[in-house]
């Protein structure tokens, strides 16, 4: 079957000029069998791809599995209606590749956390420092977290140790101490300087004797005299050992 058509015929003997040759590609068309009318058509005489759907263009059966390569997308070519829902899989996430800029604010609820989250982080061994918080729920303002100094607010010692009462007391006698130092001793009085001064001279320190073997009723007592925010005294007798004066230093911290 031809595969193009023309008006133009030729019998025997006819003479081949320009004129008819002009006339036979002029008055040739493409005949309906060049084409197979699935992936090629004709339109207005020309040979196109079958128009997807009665349109112009390139249908899915003109494609090939996999014939579309990256280099053949443009740069920022896919936008986000190309993705189909629920697609981007758990596999087509780089590792530590979600940043908290995408997560929405208030999101992350108690099921997402892992049950380490707290036993799973490096324990603290020493004494918790002055600006070490906690995060905890404040049910006076509807659950919501907060932080808290609690090396500030809570009833914790701010300072303590020990006077050893040797017969012969003075500032190196002031062991184990925290929160303060020893800074001076005159006759029975030691003078602590406190490392944070509290937030007023309105602080309870206790001070009492003590034995390592039996306590004597009859000893001299102790005193203590506040004298700022920032000083205390304690005044004990010079007794001997093993007799020992201890105390503890409570209330708010200055911030």
Do not use: W
Request: net charge negative; aromatic share 6%; with cysteine.
């Amino acid at each position: 079957m031809p595969k193009v058509t023309t008006t133009t015929s030729f019998s025997e003997d006819d003479q081949l000029t320009h004129v008819t040759l002009n006339s036979l590609f002029t008055n040739s068309a493409f005949h309906s069998s060049a084409v197979d009318d699935t992936t090629l058509e004709l339109s207005s005489g020309a040979i196109r791809l079958k128009a997807a759907g009665g349109g112009n263009g390139i249908a899915t059966s003109h494609i090939n599995d996999d014939a579309i390569v990256v280099a053949k997308i443009a740069d920022d070519a896919v936008e986000t209606d190309q993705i189909k829902d629920s697609n981007v899989t758990l596999a087509k996430m780089a590792v530590e590749s979600v940043d908290s800029d995408q997560y929405v604010d208030g999101s992350i609820d108690e099921e997402h956390l892992s049950n380490d989250v707290i036993t799973g982080q490096t324990a603290l061994t020493a004494v918790p420092s002055l600006t070490d918080v906690m995060l905890f729920s404040d049910a006076d303002d509807s659950g919501n977290l907060k932080k808290l100094d609690f090396m500030q607010y809570l009833p914790l010692p701010r300072a303590y140790g020990i006077i050893k009462m040797d017969g012969s007391a003075g500032t190196a006698d002031a062991l184990g101490l925290y929160g303060c130092t020893c800074t001076a001793y005159s006759g029975e009085t030691y003078t602590f300087d406190l490392t944070t001064d509290m937030s007023s001279a309105n602080y309870p320190v206790i001070a009492q004797d003590h034995d390592t073997s039996d306590y004597d009723d009859e000893a001299d007592s102790v005193a203590v005299e506040i004298v700022d925010a920032g000083q205390f005294k304690i005044h004990a007798p010079v007794l001997t050992s093993p007799r020992h004066v201890s105390f503890v230093v409570f209330g708010t911290l200055s911030t």
